[in-house]
């Protein structure tokens, strides 16, 4: 069935250095969008990144994400972290009857200084 | 103006007893849901309904029932708590379809069952 991957469940990375999480993902439909979301402490999840074309890098907030489809792919990145991008990660696509999510389970960034 | 709210937003219930949270929405949307967050599982999708009156179960129903009695209010009812549905609960509205449009969550209400 149709699934999201997220590998790192934690990455701390120091501040001013490269980020970069990790989602790929299963399924065996059209999909028009994919979704990065991003949960800071004790709030509520939000998107940060949505994609619906292939191989066009798509930026919001310092962050970019290009979706691959040959690869089944759309990683998150950003060049430099800052200490207020440590928050909780979701990578996310509609299901197949495209009312729902699937959400991957999600990567904690901590940036330290 | 938060366009979805979540009440209680904490709490307490004990092992048998009945809780209810509640959920009101002023995007008009015709989408609403109910998940749940815990620490190394993410966001899983408890219920979901797409317009009044309707009700679907999402990936983790069991323990949860779920009422959509307008298209402003998605109500999750436990009715019978246990220690196991402590959590992170978070409602959200959505329009769906097949270009999708994005889900906007709630506060969260944090649900501790003794």
């Known amino acids: 069935g149709d699934s999201v991957t997220q590998t790192e469940g934690l990455v701390t990375v120091t501040e001013g250095l490269p980020v970069k999480l990790n989602c790929t993902y299963q399924?065996?439909?059209?999909?028009?969008?994919f979704f990065w979301y991003v949960q800071y402490l004790n709030e509520a999840p939000q998107v940060l990144l949505r994609s619906s074309t292939d191989n066009k890098r798509t930026e919001h907030q310092g962050f970019h994400a290009t979706l691959h489809k040959s690869s089944s792919s759309f990683h998150l990145q950003k060049s430099s972290a800052q200490l207020s991008d440590s928050a909780l990660y979701y990578c996310?696509?509609?299901?197949?009857?495209?009312?729902?999510?699937?959400f991957g389970k999600g990567t904690s960034l901590t940036v330290i200084p | 103006e938060a366009a979805v709210t979540q009440s209680p937003r904490n709490k307490v219930a004990v092992t048998g007893g009945k809780v209810t949270l509640s959920c009101n929405q002023t995007n008009n949307h015709n989408n609403m849901y109910w998940y749940r967050q815990d620490t190394g599982h993410g966001l899983r999708l408890i219920h979901y309904s797409y317009g009044a009156g309707s009700t679907e179960k999402g990936d983790i129903p069991d323990g949860y029932k779920a009422s959509r009695p307008s298209q402003e209010n998605f109500s999750l009812i436990l009715e019978l708590a246990t220690p196991s549905q402590t959590s992170v609960y978070f409602c959200?509205?959505?329009?769906?379809?097949?270009?999708?449009?994005?889900?906007?969550f709630g506060p969260g209400t944090r649900l501790t069952v003794l």
């Open positions: 996310a696509l509609p299901n197949t009857g495209y009312q729902n999510f699937y």
């Open positions: 959200a509205s959505g329009e769906g379809g097949p270009y999708y449009a994005e889900q906007f």
């Open positions: 399924t065996t439909y059209l999909t028009i969008a």
